[in-house]
């Protein structure tokens, strides 16, 4: 028992990161972006910057309460089932899966509001 509420904690705390940064983001008055190599874009560059920061901030805060449920799933299930191989690679799929959803939904808000030159 004490175990699941430890894994439990942590999960939580990993998730809560992605919260607070969709909560950051949702309310920055500077264009937001991820954090993967890219130059922040200026308010020049974009349609509308309150939306961008929104639909980010969405995402993040999406991204954090989809990736606890995820987690909370996966360890009560390896707890109860036996093929731990299998479900490892099943929370794997669903985790690349979530990512790629959020670097989706990046790209399609790259393509819809950044002003085109």
């Known amino acids: 028992m004490a175990a699941t509420i430890i894994y439990l904690v942590i999960s939580l705390l990993v998730s809560l990161i992605f919260i607070i940064l ?7 008055e500077k264009p937001v972006s991820i954090n993967m190599g890219e130059k922040p874009l200026r308010k020049e560059e974009l349609t509308n910057v309150t939306e961008w920061n ?8 999406i991204l954090g309460c989809v990736l606890f449920i995820t987690q909370a799933v996966f360890g009560y299930f ?4 036996d093929g731990v191989v299998v479900q490892v690679v099943i929370y794997m799929i669903v985790l690349f899966s979530e990512i790629a959803w959020v670097e989706f939904e990046h790209n399609m808000m790259k393509k819809k509001m950044i002003k085109k030159h």
Request: glycine content about 10%; cysteine-free.
């Open 78 to 81: 390896i707890k109860k089932l």
């Open 22 to 28: 969709g909560i950051m983001q949702y309310r920055s």
């Open 54 to 61: 929104h639909r980010h901030g969405r995402n993040f805060i």
